[in-house]
């Protein structure tokens, strides 16, 4: 059974930039795709952002793309999601998976997943 803790939530303004990380342990690490998914209150959980294996692959929910970038440390068990530009509907909780399998966009993919991570964005 994988663990997957998220870090580096909590309250921007509208602009502003946060980076949170997400640890993966109890499993290999390099062997699973990661993806980043979020809900926000009333909401269905959506996609945001995934990373094939090896990191050479990346796939953006249009809504983000331009602003969020997410990448890998193989090395440290982490995959990371750098949020910039900030705004309002970016509020949600926000969700680390771990996969092997296919497609990554979809959320009934995902094996395995964090306890989520709370973003507010005020403006």
């Known amino acids: 059974q994988a663990q997957l803790v998220e870090s580096g939530g909590g309250l921007v303004q509208a602009g502003g930039s946060l980076r949170l990380s997400c640890v993966v342990s109890g499993r290999t690490f390099s062997t699973y795709a990661m993806g980043w998914f979020r809900q926000a209150p009333g909401k269905e959980r959506e996609f945001v952002t995934a990373?094939?294996?090896?990191?050479?692959?990346?796939y953006y929910a249009d809504s983000v793309k331009g602003r969020f970038t997410i990448s890998r440390d193989n090395a440290k068990n982490t995959v990371y999601l750098q949020m910039n530009s900030l705004k309002p509907e970016d509020t949600a909780v926000y969700y680390c998976a771990a996969t092997r399998n296919y497609p990554l966009v979809a959320a009934t993919s995902y094996d395995y997943w964090g306890q989520g991570a709370q973003v507010t964005v005020s403006s």
């Open positions: 990373i094939s294996i090896r990191g050479s692959s990346t």
